[in-house]
């Protein structure tokens, strides 16, 4: 595990210019040192843009990144969810800097009590510090300075919603008719309309498909490719060599005695013995303990790839080789594949896309731990993006149009039967009920309800009709909402004054919620106006 951390420190010839430095500024004076401007070369290096006239480094803006999905893995990894987070990531870090102008801070013991005041990190009633730190690390997978750092940006950008929300004011002239309509008693009649069923009966023309295509190549390009070379490390083959202390599974036990405890019906805890669980836990222990041997071995691996001072290293070839370690090739693969045949997940992918071949420092990785395989990737091949011809995705075009033709003639049908029900909601010989059994639909009618206490919670959409009937006076006809069932139109049967007093009594609710929709609103148009004011570039922008 040292020699993962201490792997970091080599992997650059910047170490080594700062260690010249540092001699040098031993022998000469401090002046050597502004004179020199290697303080700012590593910055330089790294930076990924510029807020307020100061550069923003990788390792600040990755953490920024990191912190934005909310210290999880990415799922979705397409280019457009890639490009939006990179937007969400430099207003986060235009919100922190304004913050800071504003001399807006969160202190150490504001940062403390969120901490120690979280059910998620209490033993029996009060904060437990091995409880904490084992959920970082075995739920997170971060360090406490990550996940406090997390923390103290996360109250920052509260403290900044807090500061617009008081600048954002509901006047009484807004609330009151925002309330009558709350309080207002409505009646509904509604249908449902389920949705196409099928494609089957979509025919498209080979002039249809080759238009569709040729308005839509980009939704079938293929991304960039890589190949790439890789030495894996399994860690079952140090399995057998790890060994558990007594004392280690004792150690394991008390700061885990949580999750083998259960409390019955009258509130009785009860504590799994040791002696039953104690197989478990070596299982475990061991395959921790397997895993960062594994790493560590791995990063040995790596080490022996970094160039020395003097710019001389292995290549991973002949690294390889001298350590009896095979190099395998793997598939082609794009940025939203896993690699195929390896054991890992997109940690490992954008790995192999943040490669740069021909670079004697960043042409491989650092060591990559799947679940079950450490891995160190190489760069070996590349193709660029290409919009295919039509003959390659043919099957994926017909599939896209079809469907696309399918859901514009139900978006028609819909729309037509909309129609129907409302000339026979004006018509009293005829009425929407009427109209809707004709139709053969499925109908209903609603009870008497106010908008603020809703449809009751068993009725199946009430959330959809609750949205569209807000505004809705008697006789009209909603537009259709998709449900899970298909589409919904309702009719306002009726819809009378309610009771003021209740109207009353919401006002507060009401004033509180309308001051967090407006201070969210406001906030991104602050967002804007910072992004203006800072002068903001992107030094690696992604086009869209």
């Known amino acids: 595990m040292l020699i993962t951390k201490f792997n970091k420190l080599i992997r650059s010839r910047i ?8 001699v040098a500024f031993a022998f000469v004076g401090a002046s050597v040192m502004s004179k020199s401007g290697c303080s700012e070369a590593p910055q330089e290096q790294s930076a990924e843009g510029r807020l307020f006239g100061r550069k923003v480094t990788g390792p600040e803006f990755y953490a920024s990144r990191y912190f934005e999905m909310g210290l999880r893995p990415m799922q979705d990894t397409s280019d457009e969810a890639i490009q939006a987070l990179r937007v969400r990531t430099w207003r986060r870090l235009a919100a922190l800097r304004m913050a800071d102008r504003m001399g807006l801070q969160v202190t150490d013991a ?5 901490i120690t005041s979280d059910p998620t990190f209490a033993s029996n009633g009060a904060f437990d510090q091995q409880r904490y730190i084992g959920f970082l690390q075995n739920q997170l997978d971060i360090s406490a300075a990550t996940f406090e750092s997390y923390l103290r940006q996360d109250l920052t950008l509260r403290k900044l919603m ?3 929300r008081a600048a954002s004011w509901t006047t009484p002239y807004e609330m009151a008719p925002r309330l009558a309509r709350l309080t207002d008693s409505v009646q509904l009649e509604y249908v449902i309309i389920p949705p196409a069923s099928t494609t089957n ?8 498909i080759t238009a569709y295509f040729a308005a839509n190549s980009n939704q079938f390009e293929v991304g960039q490719q890589l ?4 030495v894996a490390f399994p860690v079952s083959n140090l399995l057998d060599s790890i060994s558990v202390a007594e004392s280690t599974i004792d150690d394991y036990y008390n700061a885990h005695i949580e999750d083998y405890s259960t409390t019955d019906t009258n509130g009785i805890e009860h504590v799994q013995p040791l002696d039953e669980v104690r197989e478990s836990m070596e299982s475990t222990i061991r395959a921790t303990q397997a895993r960062f041997e594994t790493k560590d071995e791995a990063t040995q691996f790596v080490m022996a790839l970094a160039p020395d001072r003097y710019g001389q290293a292995y290549e991973m070839t002949a690294a390889a080789a001298a350590r009896g370690l095979t190099i395998g090739t793997s598939e082609w693969f794009t940025a939203s594949d896993t690699i195929p045949g390896l054991d890992g997940g997109p940690e490992l992918t954008d790995a192999a896309f943040r490669l740069v071949p021909n670079d004697p420092e ?14 160190v990737l190489a760069d070996s091949d590349s193709r660029p993006a290409r919009i295919p011809v039509l003959d390659e995705v043919r099957a994926a075009v017909v599939a896209a149009a079809t469907l696309e033709a399918a859901e514009e003639a139900f978006r028609n049908s819909i729309s037509v039967t909309r129609d129907q029900l409302i000339a026979a909601a004006t018509d009293p010989e005829v009425g929407f009920m009427r109209q809707a059994k004709t139709l053969d639909l499925l109908a209903s009618t609603t009870s008497v ?3 603020y206490e809703g449809l009751p919670d068993e009725h199946p959409y009430g ?8 505004d809705a006076k008697a006789g009209e006809i909603t537009e259709a909402v998709e449900t899970e069932d298909g589409m919904v139109i309702a009719h306002v049967i009726s819809r009378r004054a309610g009771d003021p007093s209740a109207a009353e009594l919401l006002r507060p609710q009401f004033l509180r919620t309308m001051d967090q929709y407006r201070a969210a609103a406001v906030y991104q148009d602050w967002l804007e106006q910072v992004m203006n004011e800072a002068n903001f570039e992107d030094f690696h922008p992604i086009a869209p």
């Open 15 to 22: 170490l080594w210019t700062i260690l010249a430095v540092v």
């Open 110 to 114: 504001d940062i403390r009590d969120v």
């Open 162 to 164: 807090v500061a617009l």
């Open 201 to 208: 009966d979509i025919s498209l023309s080979d002039d249809e």
């Open 227 to 230: 190949m790439v070379r890789y």
């Open 362 to 375: 960043r042409y491989f990785s650092d060591a990559i731990a799947g679940e079950s395989i450490v891995y």
């Open 449 to 451: 309800f106010t908008v």
């Open 463 to 470: 959330v959809e009709l609750l949205g569209e009937i807000i």
